[in-house]
């Protein structure tokens, strides 16, 4: 069955171009996650989705940084003005569960982001 | 703020010994996760635990939740090379949609 899947899986862009990273999430699953993840670092939590609905995005680092999920399946992450300090990979995960005490989280691959 | 912290960062032993990974925090989180993350690819969930004193075994991995639920523990039995890799707890914190990530544990087995 297919996975979570996101891309580009590499980008490269020059420092002040904006970005868009795309996440495919498994067919039906109503929440989404975005994670940043520093090179030697746990993953850090951005936003979070259920469905449409952006309930919480507390971990998004500036307002350069932006999501949105419009139909409430693919989901968008997009940084604009970019900075070296965004160079990271980019986790996106999907879970079945919109309520409960713990979501299992299903991650794509990754974006990794590289700004020079 | 709420953090977990992971201990050992670093870890490299021989094929057949014995293991422990230790998560802590000063935060309560209604449930505990373990995934393991290898290069290039995104964390996989080993184990969702969720009340205080819980312990919960997959194969050779015993995966333990404190009581108060700050902390947990992952034991590795007769650790393989397959084991190798980025061990990540995560917490989810109470009343919010959001996942601590701990600081990771990373794993060396040699044959």
């Known amino acids: 069955g297919a996975g979570v899947s996101q891309s580009p899986r590499y980008k490269v862009a020059k420092r002040g171009q904006d970005v868009a990273l795309r996440c495919d999430p498994i067919?039906?699953?109503?929440?989404l996650f975005w994670y940043q993840q520093a090179l030697g670092q746990g993953p850090e939590f951005l936003t979070y989705?259920?469905?449409?609905?952006?309930?919480?995005k507390s971990g998004l680092p500036s307002d350069r940084f932006f999501a949105e999920r419009p139909e409430g399946s693919v989901s968008t992450l997009k940084i604009q003005r970019t900075q070296q300090e965004d160079s990271a990979v980019y986790l996106c995960?999907?879970?079945?569960?919109?309520?409960?005490?713990?979501?299992?989280?299903?991650f794509g691959p990754g974006t990794r982001l590289t700004v020079t | 703020t709420q953090l977990l912290e992971q201990s050992p960062q670093f870890l490299s032993i021989q094929e057949g010994e014995n293991l422990t990974v230790y998560c802590n925090s000063s935060?309560?989180?209604?449930?505990l996760q373990w995934y393991r993350q290898e290069p290039g690819e995104g964390p996989v969930l080993l184990v969702t635990?969720?009340?205080?004193?819980e312990v919960k075994k997959l194969k050779r991995l015993t995966f333990q939740f404190g009581d108060a639920r700050k902390d947990s523990s992952l034991h590795i039995t007769a650790a393989q090379p397959g084991d190798t890799g980025l061990y990540l707890c995560?917490?989810?914190?109470?009343?919010?949609?959001?996942?601590?990530f701990g600081t990771g544990t990373r794993l060396k087995v040699l044959a």
């Open positions: 067919s039906g699953h109503v929440s």
């Open positions: 995560a917490g989810h914190a109470s009343g919010t949609y959001k996942y601590i």
């Open positions: 935060s309560v989180f209604s449930s």
């Open positions: 989705f259920q469905n449409e609905a952006q309930l919480d």
């Open positions: 635990v969720v009340t205080g004193g």
């Open positions: 995960a999907s879970s079945p569960w919109d309520r409960g005490l713990a979501y299992e989280q299903y």
